[in-house]
C-alpha cells in the first residue's frame, strides 16, 4: 500500500484526497491518503512523522510550498526554477522535491490542443502562480508574454525573475479593461489568475467589454474551478471563443505528482476522465 498526504493551512476544503484517491482508485493501486493541518513554521514536526509513519509522498499547498525546499535532500528542475514545491516523493529515506502546477496546466492547455509555444500569452494577476505559468511559458517558447495585475510592481518583479532566469522578456501593465483590451487584442491565450469571480469571493470582473477585442481564436482561460464557468468564462463563451477552467491544471498537476510517487507512465488522459468524472459526481 503507498501512504501518501497533503499538508497545508487551510486544509479543510483541499481536493486532493479525491483527485489522488480516485486516480488510484482507476489505477487499482491501494493506498492511504491523509489530509493534515500542518501550520506554518511546522514542517519538521511533520517531516518526523513522515520517517515514523513511512509515508511515501506528500503534496504541499499553502504556506509550504517555498518552505519546504531547505529540507529537502533534491529538488527538480521546474521546482528550482519556480522556487516552489508542490510534491514531495521520499526515496530510500531522502525527500526529493518536485513542481507539478505549470506542467498540469500545460497539459490541461494541451487538451484543448492548445500550447504556449510560438503563442502571445496574456496573464491577469501576479500571484504565486503566475511566477510558475510565466517561467512555463517562457520555458516552452511562447512569442510574448504580458502580466497585467492590480499592484503593477508585483508583476515586475516577476518579470524581472523570468528575464533573469529564462532570458525571456515578459511586458506587465496596470489590470484596467482598457488595458487588458488593447493588450489582448492579438492574443491567442488569455488567462484569469487572480480570485475575480471566485465562489465565496464576493469581487468579479466589473467590465467585460475587453473580451469583445479578442480574436476568436484565442483561448479564454480561467484557473477558477468553483464555478466551472466564472461569468468571464461564460461571456468569452458567448463571443465563440474556446474556453477552458481550471479543473483541468488541478486534476494534471495531482496526476503528474502520482507519475512521480508510483513511478509509472500512465495514459494521463484516461486517468484524467476517471477524476474528472468522480469530481463531478461529489
Ligand atoms: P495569490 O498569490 O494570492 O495572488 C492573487 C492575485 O490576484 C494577485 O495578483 C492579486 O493582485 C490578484 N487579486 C486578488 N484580488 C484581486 C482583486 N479584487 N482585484 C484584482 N486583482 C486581485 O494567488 P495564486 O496562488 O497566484 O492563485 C491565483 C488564482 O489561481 C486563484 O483564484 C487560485 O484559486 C487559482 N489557482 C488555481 C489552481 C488550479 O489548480 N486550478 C492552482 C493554483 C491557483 P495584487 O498583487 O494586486 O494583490
Known sequence: MIKLAVIGDPIAHSLSPLVHGSALDALKIPYHYEKIQVKKGGLEDFLNYVKKEKIDGFNLTMPHKTDIIKYLDEIDEDAKLFGSVNTVKV?????????????????????????FSGCKVVILGAGGVVRTLALKAANEGANEIWLLNRTVERAEEIAKSVKEKTGVSVYTEELTSEKISRVSRDCDILINATPLGMHGVDTDFEDLSFLNSLPKSALVSDLIYNPPKTRFLKRAEELGNSILNGLGMLIFQGLIADQIYLDMDFDLERIYKEVERAYHEK
Open 91 to 115: 526515496k530510500d529515506g531522502r525527500l526529493l522535491g518536485y513542481n507539478t502546477d505549470a506542467e498540469g496546466y500545460l497539459r490541461a492547455l494541451n487538451m484543448k490542443k492548445h500550447c
